[in-house]
């Protein structure tokens, strides 16, 4: 999984960040404690809800 940025967010619509984070979060469930991917879910979906907040 590779990190999501506010950049990348900016031009995705609400619903499409909100089916974004359900995708990202599943991703979260299925990745391994301490793991490069579980730190880039983790990162990823404090990007798209900083970008929903900011709407």
Known sequence: ???ITRFELAAKS???LY???REVFNELVRSEPDSHERRN???SIE???NELASR
């Open 1 to 3: 999984m590779k990190l």
């Open 47 to 49: 990007n798209i809800q």
């Open 41 to 43: 879910a983790l990162a």
């Open 19 to 21: 089916a974004l984070l």
């Open 14 to 16: 609400k619903s499409e």
